[in-house]
C-alpha cells in the first residue's frame, strides 16, 4: 500500500484545514486507517483514527471536538478536517494504515504503511 498525505500549508489561528491522505495497491477498505503528528523535537504522537468499517473514530484529547476523520473508499481517500487550528498544531502530519490488529489505534507501531508527512504551520 502507498499513502500519500497531502493539503497542509500555513494557517492562522483560529483557521481550518483538511488533509487528504490518498492509498493505492491494496483494498483500502479493509484497513484501519489513523493519522499521527510530529512538531519539531518532540516525538511522534497520535492524533485521529477510524476503524476498517468507519463505525468507530478516535481521538486524541488535545483534538477533540476540532479535529474529524473521515474516509472514502470509494476514492482511497481519508481526511483529517482541522477546525480552531492553535499554534501548538504546528507538526508534520502523517497517514498511516493498518490491517487487523488488537492493538490500541493510539499505538503507532500497529500501523503498517505510512505516507511521507506534510506540513502544517499555525500562526499567532
Known amino acids: 500500500v502507498q499513502l500519500q498525505a497531502f493539503g497542509g500549508g500555513l494557517v492562522q489561528a483560529g483557521g481550518s484545514l483538511r488533509l487528504s491522505c490518498a492509498a493505492s495497491?491494496?483494498?483500502?477498505?479493509?484497513?484501519?486507517l489513523g493519522w499521527f503528528r510530529q512538531a519539531p523535537g518532540k516525538e511522534r504522537e497520535f492524533v485521529a483514527a477510524?476503524?476498517?468499517?468507519?463505525?468507530?473514530?478516535y481521538y486524541a484529547d488535545s483534538v477533540k471536538g476540532r479535529f474529524t476523520i473521515s474516509r472514502d473508499n470509494a476514492k482511497n481517500t481519508v481526511y483529517l478536517q482541522m477546525n480552531s487550528l492553535k499554534p501548538e498544531d504546528t507538526a508534520v502530519y502523517y497517514c498511516?494504515?493498518?490491517?487487523?490488529?488488537?492493538?490500541?489505534?493510539?499505538?503507532?507501531?500497529?500501523?503498517?504503511?505510512w505516507g511521507q508527512g506534510t506540513q502544517v504551520t499555525v500562526s499567532s
Open positions: 498511516a494504515a493498518r490491517y487487523y490488529t488488537r492493538m490500541s489505534y493510539t499505538d503507532s507501531p500497529s500501523y503498517d504503511y
Open positions: 477510524m476503524s476498517w468499517g468507519g463505525s468507530s473514530t
Open positions: 495497491g491494496r483494498t483500502f477498505s479493509s484497513f484501519g
